[in-house]
C-alpha cells in the first residue's frame, strides 16, 4: 500500500503563512490530545476521552476552508478537536471541559468538545445522538438564509452515524430547501467496534449523496490540501446558493472508540497500514519540498504549540471545581445563571 | 371585540406575532400552500411569503432540529407537528438538542412546537395523543395546554415570545366547539398562571384542556345538589402553578384531578404527588384522579367513549368524597 501513497501539493492559493498555520493547527490537535492523555491517566479527565489520532488532517483542512467572518459554523463530532481550534476555541477551554471544571464552557455540565455557539464561536459541538446535529446546522443554515447573510454551515458526521434517522431527515430537508451546506462523512474504519461494512450496503457513504439529490464526492481524507480544496470549493458553492455537497473522506481512527477500549478487533495490519498514510508528516513533507516550511521552522512550530498547551493546562489546573448547588439553576435560559 | 373560535385565536397570535416580529416564523408540514391540515396557518403565507412558512418533508426530526438551530441563530420558530402524535417521531431531537440547551449550554433555544392533540373527535389511536407526561420528566421544557380561545391565544403569545423551547398543546376537539369574544388589544397569558374557572367552596377539579368543560358541566350538576365546586385550570402544565392548586385544596379541602391522558404516569400523579406532600393537612378525604384508561385511545365512538374521561366518571369520583 505504502507505495501507492500520493499527496497533493496544490496549495489552493494558500499563502506560506497560511500553510504554516495548518501545521500549527495539526500540531496543536495532536499536543493537545496528548497532554489530555496524561491528564486521563492522572485520574483528572473526569469521563471518558476520544481521540482523534489519524483524523487531526481532515479536521483541521475543513475547517480551514470556511469564512468565519462570514458567519460561518462549524459542528465537530468528538474526533474533529482541530476543526474548533481553527475557528478559535481555546485549548485551555477544551482541558476544563475534560477535567469537569467551574469555568469551563459549560461549567461542568457537558463534557467532551460538547460546547460552542453558533453565534458567538463559529462552531457548535455536537450532542451525543448522532446524526441530530444534520438538521440543527440546516436550521442554522435556514436562519442564516433568513437574515440575509452568506454564511455556509459545515457538519460532520460518521460512517456510524450516517445509518440514523436524523441524518436522513436532515440531509434531505437542507437538499430540498438547497441550504448553503457542507457535510462531511468520515469513514474512521469502525464505529465503537463495528465496521463501515456492518454500517452500510452502499458501496461508498457518498454514494449516499444520490438518495438525497446533492452533490456527493469521495476524497482521501488524509490528504491535508486535498481536503482543504475540496471543501473550499464545497464551501463556495454553497455560499453561491449551489446547495449542499456530501464530502466522503477516506480516514481512519487510529486509536480505540476511548481510551478505554484496545481496539483488539481491529487488525494490526490496518493499523500499520494507516499509520503510513498519517496526514500530518505527509503534510509537512509537501510543504519541505514546496519550500514553505525549514525543518527549524517546524521545530518552532511545535515548540510554540508545547509552550500553549503547557500554559493551557495550568490555567485548567488552577480553576476550580463547580459549586454543588450551582447544579440546581439554569434550567431556563430567565434563571440568569449564564450571565453571571 | 369579535367572537372567535379557538382555532381562530391560534391562527391570529400567529399572524400578530409574525408581524410584530419579523425573527418569528413557522415550519412544518403542509403549513404553507395548503395552510395547515386544520387550516391553523390560513392566510400566513400569503401574507408573509414562503421564507416565513416553510412547507417541510414528512420529517418531524427534521423540523424540531431546523428550528432549534434557527432558534441558536436568534429566530423565533413555530414548530408545527401536524398531530401531535408524531412528536414522537422528534421526541429525541425535542428532549435532547432543545430542551437542554438552556441547562448544558447557557444558550437560548426559544421556539414553539405546537399542534393538535386529544381526543374526542374519532381519530383513533394515532391522531389523539396527549403528550404532556412523556415530556414532563425532561427538564428544560415548558409546556402549556389552554382550554379557552382567550388562553389559546395568549399562550402562544407567551410561548413564541419565550426565551425558551415551550411545547404548546392545542386540543383539536375544542378548534371549532368553542368562541369567545377576544379583546382587540394585544395581550399574554403568562406562562405558569393557573385560572380559577369557577369559584367553590367544597370541592376542587384541577384540570386542564378540554377536561376543563368536563369540570364545568360536573360543577354545574353538583350545584344543583347544594355542592359548591371550584374549578382550576391549570393552563401550564410546567412549570405550574403550585400556589394555586395549593390554595385552591387548603379552601376547598377535597380535590378531584382530571385529565385526558392515561391515568398511570400521568400528569395527574405528580400534582396528586405535590398536593399530598404539601397540602395533607388541609385534605379531608383521599386524593382523586379521573383520566383515560391505561390504554390506546380506540377508534370506534363507543370504545373511544369508553376509555375516555366524562362527566359521569367525575360526578362518581366526586360524590365518593363527598361522602368523606
Given at each position: 500500500m505504502t507505495d501507492t501513497i500520493t499527496t497533493t501539493s496544490n496549495t489552493h492559493g494558500l499563502s506560506h503563512d497560511q500553510l504554516l498555520e495548518i501545521t500549527y493547527y495539526l500540531r496543536l490537535t495532536r499536543t493537545l490530545e496528548e497532554r489530555l492523555v496524561a491528564l486521563f491517566r492522572q485520574a483528572k479527565v473526569i469521563g471518558g476521552l476520544y481521540r482523534s489520532l489519524g483524523q487531526e488532517g481532515e479536521s483541521v483542512a475543513a475547517a480551514y476552508a470556511l469564512d468565519y467572518t462570514q458567519g460561518d459554523v462549524v459542528q465537530p463530532l468528538i474526533r474533529n478537536i482541530g476543526s474548533i481550534l481553527v475557528a478559535g476555541a481555546r485549548p485551555a477551554d477544551i482541558i476544563k471541559q475534560y477535567m469537569a471544571k467551574a469555568d469551563g464552557p459549560t461549567r461542568g455540565r457537558e463534557l467532551n468538545i460538547h460546547f460552542g455557539h453558533p453565534q458567538r464561536d463559529g462552531f457548535i459541538g455536537q450532542i451525543s445522538m448522532l446524526g441530530d446535529m444534520i438538521p440543527v446546522m440546516a436550521g442554522i443554515a435556514l436562519a442564516g438564509r433568513m437574515q440575509k447573510k452568506k454564511l455556509v454551515t459545515l457538519?460532520?458526521?460518521?460512517?456510524?452515524?450516517?445509518?440514523?434517522?436524523?441524518?436522513?431527515?436532515?440531509?434531505?430537508?437542507?437538499?430540498?430547501?438547497?441550504?448553503?451546506?457542507?457535510?462531511?462523512?468520515?469513514?474512521?474504519?469502525?464505529?465503537?467496534?463495528?465496521?463501515?461494512?456492518?454500517?452500510?450496503?452502499?458501496?461508498?457513504?457518498?454514494?449516499?449523496?444520490?438518495?438525497?439529490?446533492?452533490?456527493?464526492?469521495?476524497?482521501?481524507?488524509?490528504?491535508?490540501?486535498?481536503?482543504?480544496?475540496?471543501?473550499?470549493?464545497?464551501?463556495?458553492?454553497?455560499?453561491?446558493?449551489?446547495?449542499?455537497?456530501?464530502?466522503?473522506?477516506?480516514?481512519?481512527?487510529?486509536?480505540?472508540?476511548?481510551?478505554?477500549?484496545?481496539?483488539?478487533?481491529?487488525?494490526?495490519?490496518?493499523?500499520?497500514?494507516?499509520?503510513?498514510?498519517?496526514?500530518?508528516p505527509r503534510f509537512e513533507k509537501v510543504l519541505l519540498e514546496l519550500g514553505v516550511a525549514t525543518q527549524e521552522q517546524l521545530a518552532e512550530i511545535q515548540q510554540r504549540v508545547k509552550r500553549e498547551i503547557d500554559e493551557a493546562t495550568d490555567e485548567a489546573e488552577r480553576s476550580p471545581m463547580p459549586t454543588p448547588s450551582d447544579a440546581a439553576r439554569g434550567l431556563y435560559i430567565e434563571d440568569g445563571y449564564w450571565n453571571g | 371585540m369579535a367572537e372567535t373560535t379557538y382555532i381562530e385565536a391560534i391562527t391570529q397570535a400567529m399572524h400578530e406575532e409574525m408581524a410584530r416580529d419579523e425573527r418569528v416564523f413557522l415550519i412544518g408540514e403542509d403549513v404553507g400552500v395548503y395552510g395547515g391540515a386544520f387550516k391553523t396557518s390560513y392566510g400566513l403565507i400569503d401574507r408573509f411569503g414562503p421564507e416565513r412558512v416553510v412547507d417541510t418533508p414528512i420529517s418531524e426530526i427534521a423540523i424540531i432540529g431546523a428550528a432549534s438551530g434557527a432558534a441558536l441563530m436568534g429566530m423565533r420558530p413555530i414548530a408545527e407537528m401536524q398531530f401531535i402524535d408524531f412528536i414522537t417521531c422528534g421526541y429525541d431531537m425535542l428532549v435532547n438538542f432543545s430542551a437542554m440547551s438552556s441547562y448544558l449550554f447557557g444558550r437560548a433555544c426559544p421556539m414553539v412546537v405546537r399542534g393538535?392533540?386529544?381526543?374526542?373527535?374519532?381519530?383513533?389511536?394515532?391522531?389523539?395523543?396527549?403528550?404532556?407526561?412523556?415530556?414532563?420528566?425532561?427538564?428544560?421544557?415548558?409546556?402549556?395546554?389552554?382550554?379557552?380561545?382567550?388562553?389559546?391565544?395568549?399562550?402562544?403569545?407567551?410561548?413564541?415570545?419565550?426565551?425558551?423551547p415551550v411545547l404548546y398543546i392545542e386540543h383539536k376537539y375544542l378548534y371549532r366547539r368553542v368562541k369567545e369574544n377576544l379583546p382587540d388589544e394585544d395581550y399574554i397569558v403568562p406562562i405558569g398562571k393557573a385560572n380559577i374557572r369557577r369559584k367553590g367552596k367544597d370541592l376542587t377539579i384541577l384540570t386542564w384542556g378540554a377536561m376543563i368543560y368536563v369540570a364545568d358541566d360536573a360543577a354545574a350538576e353538583l350545584a344543583k345538589d347544594g355542592v359548591?365546586?371550584?374549578?382550576?385550570?391549570?393552563?401550564?402544565?410546567?412549570?405550574?402553578?403550585?400556589?394555586?392548586?395549593?390554595?385552591?385544596?387548603?379552601?376547598?379541602?377535597?380535590?378531584?384531578?382530571?385529565?385526558?391522558?392515561?391515568?398511570?404516569?400521568?400528569?395527574?400523579?405528580?400534582?396528586?404527588?405535590?398536593?399530598?406532600?404539601?397540602?395533607?393537612?388541609?385534605?379531608?378525604?383521599?386524593?382523586?384522579?379521573?383520566?383515560?384508561?391505561?390504554?390506546?385511545?380506540?377508534?370506534?365512538?363507543?370504545?373511544?367513549?369508553?376509555?375516555?374521561?366524562?362527566?359521569?366518571?367525575?360526578?362518581?369520583?366526586?360524590?365518593?368524597?363527598?361522602?368523606?
Open positions: 457538519a460532520f458526521i460518521g460512517d456510524g452515524g450516517s445509518s440514523t434517522g436524523a441524518f436522513w431527515e436532515g440531509m434531505n430537508f437542507a437538499t430540498v430547501q438547497k441550504l448553503p451546506m457542507v457535510v462531511i462523512v468520515e469513514d474512521n474504519g469502525y464505529a465503537y467496534s463495528t465496521p463501515t461494512s456492518k454500517q452500510t450496503a452502499a458501496k461508498t457513504l457518498a454514494d449516499k449523496a444520490y438518495a438525497f439529490g446533492c452533490a456527493g464526492v469521495t476524497i482521501d481524507g488524509n490528504d491535508v490540501l486535498a481536503v482543504y480544496g475540496e471543501v473550499k470549493r464545497a464551501v463556495e458553492r454553497a455560499r453561491n446558493g449551489e446547495g449542499v455537497t456530501l464530502i466522503e473522506v477516506k480516514t481512519f481512527r487510529m486509536k480505540g472508540h476511548a481510551e478505554h477500549d484496545n481496539q483488539a478487533y481491529v487488525p494490526r495490519e490496518l493499523i500499520d497500514e494507516w499509520q503510513q498514510k498519517d496526514a500530518v | 393538535p392533540a386529544g381526543g374526542g373527535t374519532h381519530g383513533g389511536p394515532y391522531h389523539s395523543l396527549n403528550p404532556e407526561a412523556m415530556f414532563m420528566n425532561r427538564p428544560g421544557l415548558k409546556i402549556v395546554a389552554p382550554g379557552t380561545a382567550y388562553d389559546a391565544k395568549g399562550l402562544l403569545k407567551a410561548a413564541i415570545r419565550d426565551d425558551n359548591s365546586v371550584e374549578v382550576v385550570d391549570l393552563r401550564s402544565i410546567l412549570p405550574f402553578d403550585e400556589e394555586a392548586i395549593l390554595e385552591s385544596v387548603a379552601k376547598t379541602n377535597r380535590v378531584i384531578i382530571l385529565h385526558e391522558a392515561p391515568l398511570t404516569g400521568g400528569a395527574g400523579a405528580e400534582f396528586a404527588a405535590r398536593i399530598a406532600e404539601k397540602a395533607f393537612d388541609y385534605l379531608d378525604a383521599p386524593i382523586k384522579r379521573v383520566a383515560a384508561l391505561d390504554v390506546p385511545t380506540p377508534y370506534s365512538p363507543p370504545l373511544e367513549a369508553y376509555v375516555l374521561p366524562n362527566k359521569e366518571k367525575v360526578l362518581a369520583a366526586a360524590r365518593e368524597l363527598l361522602a368523606y
